[in-house]
């Protein structure tokens, strides 16, 4: 099994930052892409960002604010969240796919980490 952790998550103030971490532990042999998603109240889970192999893909309304990053040893990847806005208000989950050491399909979510950004 495959576990995630992640922390960093929040009461921030608009125009401040804040940074989120996601460990991954467990029957990972790769994992080929990790990334951020985040729900809002009353909206559909969303596409923050993902990295996969030094390549990062970000959504529209984050770009320039919000980077992605990811230790490959530890199997961690981090959101570093800059600028924030009250509509960045949402829980953010973890995401990781990949293979597991019998080379089975992996992909897992993590419990997710609530993000509140008000004055």
């Known amino acids: 099994q495959v576990r995630l952790v992640e922390s960093g998550g929040g009461l921030v103030h608009p125009g401040g930052s804040l940074r989120l971490s996601c460990a991954a532990s467990?029957?990972?042999?790769?994992?080929?892409?990790m990334g951020w998603y985040r729900q809002a109240p009353g909206k559909q889970r969303e596409l923050v960002a993902t990295?996969?192999?030094?390549?990062?893909n970000y959504a529209d309304s984050v770009k320039g604010r919000f980077t992605i990053s990811r230790d490959n040893a530890q199997y961690t990847v981090y959101l570093q969240m800059n600028s924030l806005k009250p509509e960045d208000t949402a829980v953010y989950y973890c995401?990781?796919?990949?293979?597991?050491?019998?080379?089975?399909?992996?992909?897992?979510w993590g419990q997710g980490t609530l993000v509140t950004v008000s004055s």
């Open positions: 990295e996969t192999s030094g390549n990062t």
């Open positions: 467990g029957d990972i042999f790769r994992a080929n892409v």
């Open positions: 995401n990781i796919a990949g293979l597991t050491m019998s080379y089975r399909r992996l992909e897992v």
